[in-house]
C-alpha cells in the first residue's frame, strides 16, 4: 500500500511538470503581444518595450521556458496583471472558497442520492421508483444556471428568504449548495440505484430473505455493502464533475472561488492569473483522482495486490 | 434500417421524445422564415415589457422580441452542437479505428493521453481551449469538439479491437488487401452501430457545454442569441423582468431531455445483440459522412 502510494504520488509530480510545461507552451501559442497586455492598450511603444525587456520577453523560447520552470518550482507564479498581486497570494484563498462549495455539495449529493437510489431499487418499477426516475432525468437535464436562475428570483428576489450572492454566512451557502448538490444527485441517484437493483437481485439476497432478515438490514446491510464498490468510483468521478460544475455555480452566485476567479480572469485577459487557476485546478483533479483510486482499494482488498 | 424504426417506434416515450427533437431541429432549420420579428431589432422605449399579444415573451433590456430570439438561439445550438459533434467524430473515429486495429506503442500512448484528458471534467478542458482559441461561435465548437474527443476515440478503439481478430479480418490481410481498405470496409463497416449510439448519447452533452460556455461568457457573444448568453443577461434583470427566464430556460431544458431521451431509446434499439445485418443498411447512408471518397464503390459480401 505504502509502495503504491509513493508510487502515485511520483506519478502526481510528473504530471505536474508535464501540465506546467504543456501550459507554457499553450500560453506561447495564444495569439497576441503578452507584453502589450500588461502594459495596456493605449501604452506607448518604449513602455511596452521595456516591459518586454524586464519580463525576459525578448528571450529565446528555451530561455524563457527555464526561468519560467525555475520560477515556478520556487512557488514564484508570477504577478497577476491588472492587481499585481501574486498569483499563488490571489489563488489560495479562492481554492478553500471552491473546497467549502464542492465539499459541501457532494455531501448532500451522495446522502441524497444513497437514500433515493437505494430507496428506488426497493420499489422498482412502482410509482415511488418512478417519481425518483423522473426528478433524476429532471436534474439531468437542467443545467444548474438553470436552476440557480430559478433559485435566485424565487428565494432571492421573490420571497427574499436568502441572499443571492457571496459567502458570508451560512445563509448564503444554502442556494449554491443546494444548486450544485441536487445537480449532482440527481446523476448519482441513476447510477445508485442501478448499482444497487444488480445486488439486490443476487442470491444472498434471496438466501437473506429466505432466513427472515428484516427488509431493512437486507437493503442497507447486505445490498449497499455490496453495491459500494461502483459506487465509490462513481463518486470519485462525480467529485471531478462537481469542481467543474462549481466553476458555473460560482459565476452564478458570486461566489469567490476558484472557478469564478478563473473565468474572470479569462474575460479580463489576465493571463498569469488564468495560468495558475488552471493548474491548481489540473492538480486537485489529479489529487482527487489518486485519493479514488487509493479509497476503491482500501474498499476492495483483492485490488490491493495488483 | 427499418428494423431499428420499428423496434424504436414501438418506444412510445422515446418516439414522443424523437418527435420532439426533430422539431426543434425543424425550428432551427427555418428559424429564419418563423421568428415573428426581427431577432435584432432594438427598440429602447420598449424594454423590458412583459409578455403581451405583440410580445409573446416579452421584450428584453434593448426592445428586441424575446421569442424572436429564443427561435433564433435554437438554430444557433443545433448549429454548434453539429458542427462540433462532427468534428469529433471525424477526428477522434479514424484516431480511436487506427490505434485500436495497430495496437502496440502508439496505441498506449494515445490511451495514456485519453486517460489523462479525461480526469479533467469536459467542460474544464473546453474552458482551457477558450483560453487559446477566444471566446467566440468558433471557440465552442472547437472547444466541444476537442474536449469530447478523447471518448470518442475510446468507443472508436474498443470497437476496432473487438473486430481486429474477426476472422473477415484476416481474410482480408490474406487477400492482401490495403491497410486502409481494410479500416474502411471491414473494421468501419462493423463498427458503425456503436459509434452512431455514441454520437447521439453525446449530443446533450454538447448542448449543456454550448450553453454552460456561453452563459460563462467564453461562448456565442452577443449580439447572437444563444439560450445560456440570453440567461446570462436576464439574470441582470430578475426583479424587473422576470420573465426573460422563461423561454430560454424551458428550450434548453427540454431541448437536452428530448436528445437524452431519444439517445437513450436508440441505444436500446441498437441492441448489440441485434446488431450485424441489420445494421449494414444503414452504414452506407452513415459512411459519405466519414470518407466520401472511399465508399462509393459497393461493399464487398
Known sequence: MLKLILNRLAFMVVAGLLLLTFLFFLFHAIPGDPARLIAGDSAPETLVESIRQAYGLDQPLVTQYTTYMRRVLQGDFGLSNFSRQPVLQIVGPRLLNTAKLAGWSMLLAMSVSLLLGSLSAMYWDRPLDRGITAFSLAGICTPIFVTGILGIYFFGVHLRWLPIGGMSTWKHYIMPVMTLGLAQAAGFTRMVRACMIDALGRDFITTARSKGVPERTIVFKHGLRNALLPIITFFGLGLGHTLGGAAVAESIFNWPGLGRLMVDSILTRDLPLTQGCIFFFAMVFILVNLMVDLLYRWADPRLAND | ?301
Request: charged content about 15%; aromatic content about 8%; cysteine-free.
Open chain 2, 1 to 301: 434500417m427499418m428494423d431499428i424504426l420499428r423496434r424504436y417506434a414501438r418506444d412510445r416515450v422515446g418516439l414522443f421524445f424523437g418527435i420532439m427533437l426533430l422539431a426543434f431541429y425543424f425550428v432551427a432549420i427555418t428559424a429564419q422564415w418563423i421568428t415573428p420579428q426581427d431577432p435584432f431589432e432594438t427598440n429602447l422605449s420598449e424594454g423590458l415589457e412583459p409578455p403581451s399579444a405583440a410580445h409573446w415573451l416579452g421584450t428584453d433590456q434593448f426592445g428586441r422580441d424575446t421569442l424572436s430570439r429564443v427561435i433564433l438561439a435554437t438554430q444557433v445550438t443545433a448549429r454548434i452542437t453539429t458542427i462540433s459533434l462532427l468534428f469529433s467524430l471525424l477526428i477522434g473515429v479514424p484516431i480511436g479505428m487506427i490505434v485500436g486495429y495497430i495496437g502496440g506503442l502508439l496505441d498506449a500512448v494515445v490511451m495514456r493521453i485519453t486517460d489523462m484528458m479525461l480526469i479533467f471534467p469536459t467542460i474544464m478542458i473546453a474552458i482551457i481551449i477558450v483560453v487559446v482559441v477566444g471566446p467566440s461561435e468558433h471557440g465552442v465548437v472547437i472547444a466541444l469538439g476537442l474536449s469530447q474527443l478523447p471518448n470518442f476515440i475510446r468507443i472508436a478503439r474498443s470497437a476496432a479491437l473487438s473486430v481486429r481478430r474477426e476472422l473477415y479480418v484476416e481474410a482480408a490481410v490474406a487477400a492482401g488487401a490495403s491497410w486502409p481498405d481494410i479500416l474502411l470496409r471491414h473494421v468501419l463497416h462493423n463498427i458503425s452501430s456503436p459509434i452512431i449510439v455514441k454520437s447521439t448519447l453525446a449530443l446533450p452533452g454538447f448542448v449543456l457545454g454550448a450553453s454552460s460556455l456561453s452563459y460563462l461568457g467564453l461562448g456565442v457573444q452577443p449580439p447572437t442569441p444563444e439560450w445560456g448568453q440570453m440567461l446570462h443577461e436576464a439574470k441582470d434583470f430578475l426583479t424587473s423582468a422576470p420573465h426573460l427566464i422563461i423561454g430560454p430556460a424551458i428550450a434548453l431544458s427540454l431541448f437536452v431531455l428530448s436528445a437524452n431521451m431519444t439517445g437513450d431509446s436508440l441505444n436500446e434499439s441498437l441492441d448489440p445483440k441485434l446488431k450485424g445485418r441489420r445494421i449494414k443498411r444503414i452504414v452506407p447512408r452513415l459512411a459519405p459522412w466519414f470518407f466520401p471518397r472511399f465508399w462509393s464503390r459497393p461493399i464487398s459480401p
